[in-house]
Each structure stands twice: as C-alpha cells, then as structure tokens.
C-alpha cells in the first residue's frame, strides 16, 4: 500500500486534479490519497488558506463577509464545473462554510483553525466527488471519524499515539481514501490544525499508521534540489537522502517538505518519496534510513532568515550552578523557543526565531537576565541567517569545516556563530542576512562544482 500526498499546486485547478487522478489510477497500490487546499494556479494568485485566514479575521473583526465568502466560493465552483461535477458539490461547499463562519467564536484561535481547516476539507470532498466521476472506487475521509486524534491547547498541535492505532484501519479499505490534510480533532471532537505546511505532516502519519511500503509526496519540482535553484543556476539533483538529512535541509529553508513530517514515517522506516505532479514519470527523490556518502559528503546547502541572537557574558559563567538553566526559564516564561546555543566559558548566545519575540518581550527578557542573572553584558541583535551544510558524510571528511570557513571568508562576509549538531549531519554558520545570497552561491560552488568538473 502506498500514501500519496499532492500538494496546493497539484489541485489548484480542475486540469491539476486531472492529473491527480491519473497518477492515482496508474498505480492501484496508491490507495490513501492526502490532499491539501488548492494552492497557487499562477504568479499573484492567492491560495484558498489565505483566502479562508482573510475570510475569518473578517468575521471576527465583525465585518460583513459575503464578499471573501464569494472568493472561496467561486474557487471551488470554478474547479467543480470545469471537472463536470454536480452543482450540488459547490451549494454543499457554500453551506459549510456558512455553518464554520456561524460557529462559536468565544476562543479566536479554535474559530480560525475550524475557518481554515475547510480548505483541505472541501478539497478533500471535491476530490473524491471527481474521483468517482473518473472511474475510481474511492470515499472521503473525516479525520475525526478516521481517528486522528491531536492533543489539546496551548500545546501546539500534535497526534496522540492513540492515533496511529485507529487509523491503521484505513489499511483494510478496498477503496481509495481521500484524505484532507492539515487537521486533526482533540478527544473532545474539538478541530486544530497543525502548522502551515500540515498536509505533509497528515500523509506521514498515515502512512506510518497502515506501515505503507512508501509515502509519495507529490509537488511541483521533480525532485530535491542540493540548494536553492532560484539562487544557484542548475543545482545538482538529490537522487537519494536519509530522514536526518531531509529534516536538516527542511529546517534550514527547504521548502519541498515540512521539517516536521519526516518523523512519522521515520519511526516505522517508511521510505518517502519527492516526485512531481507535472511530471510522475520523473525518479524523484527518495529519503530513506541509510545512503551511501562515500561520493559526495555534503548532500545539500540550505539558509534561512529570519533569526536574532541574544547575547549574554558574565564573567566566571562556568562555575555558576544552574546559569544556562535559569536563562533558559527566563526564555520559557515568554513562551520562547530556541534554536541553537552556541557558547563560551564566560559568554553564549542564544539563536531564536525572530518572530517569537516583540519589542516588550525583548526589553523583559534583557531586564530580567540583567537583574536576577547579574549578568555584565545583555544584547539582542537582529537580522541573521542560519547557513547550513548537511550530509551523512561530514562526520567523516578531515577539513570540511575549514574549507566552508574559507569558501565563506573568500565573499568578505564575517561568521557570526559556528555550531554542529553532536550527530555531525549538519553543520550551521550564522551570517548576516544580507550576506546570505553570496555565501550561499560560494558554498554551493566549493562543494558541487568541483565534484561536476571531475
């Protein structure tokens, strides 16, 4: 059995969801099918998620809402008519969407995840809907009914174990599951959806869930990319990669797959597969437990923005019982995350997300760590990237730490920071955003062209 995921783009329009439909039916073992909202059809259209997050902020802000209403609407209407399907699918796509926007709004966050949720959902409806006009045995599927079980507020959104139990039923249809991405529903049926992103998360736990013999996550590209083709022309392709090569590469601005759903699948060894909807025929990229690495060590360069770094020194830090504990609180208090922690015997830094943090939260925290830590000196800077090189291979290649610093001293940028992980699979340069691009290229230039040349 396989699980299939086709992304926004693959059932953006009515001749995407075509093509769905004959990549479904060219192989029968393809017989769990996550969908996500219909994404992107050109450059400067809108996806329905946004459409749906304008909808409800709308309706909380109680402004009137049959013009954004009428946007959903008509997406899903124009899809339906082009596919020759009965009116009657777009009237039941109008109705509940009614129903969500009349739903109770006492927590704005639940209201949003319920207003939001309904884009995979009715793509998940229309879907089988034009599955079965094509000729397929196939349903839809309620993840509630399926047993996709998620924990509960303020803890961001998670499956349960109970889950993967439930769902492993799915395992004994004889039709095509369609499945809407992105949602899940606590024990008490509340709805909550998981980050942006979410339908790769939804294919990976059913597929770990009825132990698939492979996980297609079908997009626009036809495979993974050693880095960003955008910023370096004709990268080399990934044919192959292991889970914690992927995860790395996601984390660090990958934007192929959800950084987060690689560990479904990795818990029951379940192979996964980058292929594209435009083109099925192509290999694709396959992520798998074990590679070879003797070849090539770094696999893929990656960066992402977006980070500030909170410094912190105090002399004799080291000896200081319960320092990086206490900082750390600190940090929790404000509901803050972190990335890395890079440090000194009298001095670290702190890397988080930017986005967590807010001038009120920044001046807390550097008065807090101040008074209660009495630490000498407290900053927080701004405007970083987190360059980062990943591969099996560099836990066993002498040098390769020199020769990204070189590379990366040769663009006249300065490192910031240095970490790597204790797994040795990736290996992280905190650099200044706007020296991100050149030190991208050089990276991408010291570590693939010379292997292109050979």
């Not at 949003?112 to 959902?121: H, L, P, T, W």
């Not at 905190?430 to 570590?447: C, N, P, R, S």
């Given at each position: 059995?396989?699980?299939?995921?086709?992304?926004?783009?693959?059932?953006?329009?009515?001749?995407?969801?075509?093509?769905?439909?004959?990549?479904?039916?060219?192989?029968?073992?393809?017989?769990?099918?996550?969908?996500?909202?219909?994404?992107?059809?050109?450059?400067?259209?809108?996806?329905?998620?946004?459409?749906?997050?304008?909808?409800?902020?709308?309706?909380?802000?109680?402004?009137?809402?049959?013009?954004?209403?009428?946007?959903?609407?008509?997406?899903?209407?124009?899809?339906?008519?082009?596919?020759?399907?009965?009116?009657?699918?777009?009237?039941?796509?109008?109705?509940?969407?009614?129903?969500?926007?009349?739903?109770?709004?006492?927590?704005?966050?639940?209201?949003?995840?319920?207003?939001?949720?309904?884009?995979?959902?009715?793509?998940?409806?229309?879907?089988?809907?034009?599955?079965?006009?094509?000729?397929?045995?196939?349903?839809?599927?309620?993840?509630?009914?399926?047993?996709?079980?998620?924990?509960?507020?303020?803890?961001?959104?998670?499956?349960?174990?109970?889950?993967?139990?439930?769902?492993?039923?799915?395992?004994?249809?004889?039709?095509?599951?369609?499945?809407?991405?992105?949602?899940?529903?606590?024990?008490?049926?509340?709805?909550?959806?998981?980050?942006?992103?979410?339908?790769?998360?939804?294919?990976?736990?059913?597929?770990?869930?009825v132990k698939a013999e492979l996980y297609e996550n079908f997009t626009d590209v036809d495979c993974v990319f050693a880095a960003n083709p955008h910023i370096?022309?004709?990268?080399?392709?990934?044919?192959?990669?292991?889970?914690?090569?992927?995860?790395?590469?996601?984390?660090?601005?990958?934007?192929?797959?959800?950084?987060?759903?690689?560990?479904?699948?990795?818990?029951?060894?379940?192979?996964?597969?980058?292929?594209?909807?435009?083109?099925?025929?192509?290999?694709?990229?396959?992520?798998?437990?074990?590679?070879?690495?003797?070849?090539?060590?770094?696999?893929?360069?990656?960066?992402?923005?977006?980070?500030?770094?909170?410094?912190?020194?105090?002399?004799?830090?080291?000896?200081?019982?319960?320092?990086?504990?206490?900082?750390?609180?600190?940090?929790?208090?404000?509901?803050?995350?972190?990335?890395?922690?890079?440090?000194?015997?009298?001095?670290?830094?702190?890397?988080?997300?930017?986005?967590?943090?807010?001038?009120?939260?920044?001046?807390?925290?550097?008065?807090?760590?101040?008074?209660?830590?009495?630490?000498?000196?407290?900053?927080?800077?701004?405007?970083?990237?987190?360059?980062?090189?990943?591969?099996?291979?560099?836990?066993?290649?002498?040098?390769?730490?020199?020769?990204?610093?070189?590379?990366?001293?040769?663009?006249?940028?300065?490192?910031?920071?240095?970490?790597?992980?204790?797994?040795?699979?990736?290996?992280?340069?905190?650099?200044?955003?706007?020296?991100?691009?050149?030190?991208?290229?050089?990276?991408?230039?010291?570590?693939?062209?010379?292997?292109?040349?050979?």
């Open positions: 059995m396989k699980v299939c995921k086709f992304g926004g783009t693959s059932v953006a329009s009515a001749e995407q969801i075509k093509k769905v439909a004959a990549i479904v039916q060219s192989d029968p073992n393809r017989k769990i099918v996550v969908v996500s909202a219909p994404g992107k059809r050109f450059s400067g259209d809108t996806k329905v998620t946004d459409l749906l997050i304008e909808l409800g902020r709308a309706s909380l802000a109680g402004e009137r809402v049959e013009a954004p209403l009428e946007k959903v609407v008509q997406r899903y209407a124009q899809i339906a008519e082009e596919l020759d399907l009965d009116p009657a699918v777009s009237r039941a796509i109008q109705t509940d969407l009614w129903n969500r926007l009349s739903a109770d709004k006492s927590n704005e966050e639940l209201y949003m995840d319920r207003i939001k949720a309904s884009g995979e959902d009715n793509s998940a409806k229309l879907i089988a809907a034009y599955f079965a006009v094509a000729g397929l045995q196939a349903k839809y599927v309620n993840p509630g009914d399926a047993g996709l079980i998620v924990n509960d507020l303020p803890k961001r959104t998670q499956e349960l174990p109970e889950a993967y139990e439930r769902l492993a039923a799915l395992r004994n249809t004889e039709a095509v599951s369609v499945f809407p991405g992105f949602f899940g529903f606590t024990k008490n049926g509340t709805l909550r959806t998981f980050e942006r992103g979410g339908s790769d998360i939804t294919g990976s736990i059913l597929a770990a869930a370096v022309a004709n990268p080399v392709e990934i044919e192959k990669m292991t889970y914690r090569e992927m995860r790395e590469l996601s984390y660090a601005g990958f934007a192929v797959f959800h950084d987060e759903a690689l560990m479904p699948a990795f818990k029951e060894s379940v192979p996964v597969c980058i292929k594209n909807t435009n083109h099925p025929a192509a290999p694709g990229t396959m992520i798998v437990k074990e590679r070879d690495y003797s070849e090539r060590p770094v696999t893929g360069i990656s960066a992402d923005s977006g980070f500030s770094t909170l410094y912190v020194s105090k002399y004799l830090m080291n000896r200081e019982i319960g320092f990086g504990r206490n900082l750390l609180q600190i940090l929790e208090d404000e509901g803050i995350s972190y990335e890395h922690i890079p440090s000194g015997i009298d001095n670290l830094s702190v890397i988080i997300r930017s986005h967590q943090l807010t001038q009120e939260k920044e001046t807390r925290i550097v008065q807090r760590i101040q008074s209660e830590m009495h630490a000498d000196d407290v900053h927080i800077r701004s405007d970083f990237s987190m360059v980062v090189l990943v591969g099996e291979g560099m836990n066993h290649t002498i040098g390769l730490a020199a020769r990204a610093a070189s590379a990366i001293a040769r663009t006249g940028a300065n490192i910031e920071m240095i970490n790597q992980g204790s797994s040795e699979v990736s290996l992280v340069f905190g650099v200044l955003k706007h020296d991100e691009t050149k030190i991208l290229k050089e990276l991408y230039q010291e570590f693939f062209e010379p292997a292109l040349v050979k």
